[in-house]
């Protein structure tokens, strides 16, 4: 018998449009994008489903557009396979995207992980702004390879491998002249190319450490439960469901690498060989089928 998993992307996977066939379609998704306009204070639905994309796209925005929209998702999966989602046995969500998953599986509701993921993201830009980085995306070169560009890239600034998506696929986040120091070197050191990513700063590495303080104090707001399912952390590969554990990681995720490709990999040593990916795009459907081809990944569109 098959085992279901439900996965949320990350951001990046935002773009204009998404999100509006749905609210026009399903009194549910709309209702969410109702509620998200009370709590945030602004039109989330307006910038998603017109943009501009520049404004969509800044880390502040994205990130409450991004959990909403892979919710809205989700009410239409539960309104066309309700089976499908009492079947779900674990969840896992890329950086952003544990959030949404979080709230799939209970552990909060709706209103605390949306204000949850807005001082995410108002704390992120501000710890980005304080220190000029980036991240950059290198394709074709192992995990002791990475590593080894930056070293060699890394100078007196930062630089350290903080997204391992799947074989082949790495991001390295740092200040601006490591990061282009690495993408000029990654050529050299055996790597098919290196793409500077359009992201505000060095998410998931010691950067981003002013951002622990805001997001602590959010989050010692917010009442988090006992998950109904495993939530598979980005921290460490692992299940995790107790409440304090949950908020620990989320804290620690900030500034911790995203270990995406364990995550799944675990998930296959537990036997689960059904995934669905709910939200915009199908960037874990193709990290998936990197990671393992003969899976079953199917993909809920906002």
């Given at each position: 018998m098959s085992r279901i998993a439900f996965l949320f992307p990350g951001q990046g996977a935002q773009r204009v449009g998404m999100g509006?066939?749905?609210?026009?379609?399903?009194?549910?998704?709309?209702?969410?994008?109702?509620?998200?306009?009370?709590?945030?204070?602004?039109?989330?639905?307006?910038?998603c489903f017109e943009g501009p994309d520049e404004e969509l796209s800044s880390t502040v925005i994205s990130q409450p557009a991004l959990f909403v929209t892979s919710?809205?998702?989700?009410?239409?999966?539960r309104s066309e396979s309700p089976d499908v989602v009492l079947s779900c046995e674990a969840t896992a969500g890329l950086s952003l995207g544990e959030y949404t998953a979080l709230v799939?599986?209970?552990?909060?509701?709706?209103?605390?992980?949306?204000?949850?993921?807005?001082?995410?993201?108002?704390?992120?830009?501000?710890?980005?702004?304080?220190?000029?980085?980036?991240?950059v995306s290198v394709l074709g070169l192992e995990?002791?390879?990475?590593?080894?560009?930056?070293?060699?890239?890394?100078?007196?600034?930062?630089?350290?491998v903080s997204n391992l998506l799947c074989p082949g696929n790495i991001a390295i986040s740092g200040t601006n002249a490591a990061c282009e120091e690495a993408a000029e070197l990654a050529q050299s050191a055996g790597a098919?190319?290196?793409?500077?990513?359009?992201?505000?700063?060095?998410?998931?590495?010691?950067?981003m450490e002013p951002a622990v303080k805001s997001l602590s104090e959010?989050?010692?707001?917010?009442?988090?439960?006992?998950?109904?399912?495993?939530?598979?952390?980005?921290?460490?590969?692992?299940?995790?469901?107790?409440?304090?554990?949950?908020?620990?990681?989320?804290?620690?995720?900030?500034?911790?690498?995203?270990?995406?490709?364990?995550?799944?990999?675990?998930?296959?040593?537990?036997?689960?060989?059904?995934f669905y990916e709910i939200g915009p795009g199908r960037v874990l459907r193709g990290l998936l089928r990197r990671i393992e081809r003969k899976v079953s990944c199917q993909s809920m569109m906002a």
């Open positions: 509006r066939e749905l609210a026009e379609s399903l009194p549910a998704a709309r209702a969410l994008y109702d509620r998200a306009a009370e709590i945030l204070g602004y039109d989330l639905a307006q910038l919710l809205a998702a989700l009410e239409q999966l799939f599986a209970g552990a909060m509701d709706f209103e605390d992980g949306l204000r949850l993921v807005q001082a995410r993201g108002e704390a992120m830009q501000k710890a980005a702004d304080a220190t000029p980085s980036g991240m995990r002791v390879q990475v590593e080894q560009l930056c070293d060699q890239a890394r100078g007196d600034g930062i630089l350290q098919m190319k290196a793409v500077p990513l359009a992201v505000a700063g060095a998410f998931h590495t010691p950067i959010a989050l010692d707001r917010v009442t988090m439960r006992k998950s109904k399912i495993p939530v598979i952390s980005n921290v460490d590969a692992q299940p995790h469901q107790e409440p304090d554990e949950l908020r620990e990681l989320l804290i620690r995720q900030v500034v911790s690498p995203v270990h995406w490709e364990d995550s799944m990999r675990y998930l296959f040593d537990q036997g689960f060989d059904q």
